[in-house]
């Protein structure tokens, strides 16, 4: 094989690229991920086994954090995280809670309860972000921390597209079930409008 001067300074260089590009080669791949999950959702809704799904959903998560990492503005990503931990806290872990309470055992069912609002508070910072994302009149912020009434019409008025969806949608989902699962916590029913 004969080696040309080009090839010889490709190959030389494309390690260097590659260093120089890698955080933008691995956002490009996360988010071509995000793009698979996103369209595989079907599939990760209607698994047909309960507990292969159920043990394979933490493995999920953490996975998915990593690729929110790389890519902290993907919003399929974020919401899609959201959704994740949302389906496991209340398909897999509020179960276990009840079941540890129903036993009597307390300490189990108060590390569940406490391990359930955690998740639920995880998604509502991921889908509040995207959210925020697409609060181009920058009052959001503001608006949640007012009145109910007030927050409705904003929320009304501002987002008016598909896309704003499924943020609100999670959001609302996973801030609302923190709410019902903080256990008597004054301080999580503050902080909503």
Known sequence: MKLTTRTLALVLT???LGMATGCDLQRVAANQTAEIADGGTLGFNGFWDYDIFGKAVPSAIV??????RISPDNEKLRTGLA???????YGWLS????????RGDFEAADELEAR???LYERATRLSLRVVHKHDD???LADKLKGKADDLREYLK???????DVPGLYWAGLAWGSAMANAGGDLNVLADAP
Do not use: F, K
């Open 14 to 16: 494309a390690p260097i």
């Open 63 to 68: 996975q998915s954090e990593a690729l929110v």
């Open 116 to 118: 359930v609002r955690r």
């Open 95 to 102: 179960a276990e809670w009840e079941l540890a309470d129903q």
């Open 137 to 139: 009149n920058h009052q």
């Open 83 to 89: 959704r994740t931990y949302v389906v496991y806290a």
């Open 157 to 163: 008025r501002t987002y008016l597209d598909r896309d």
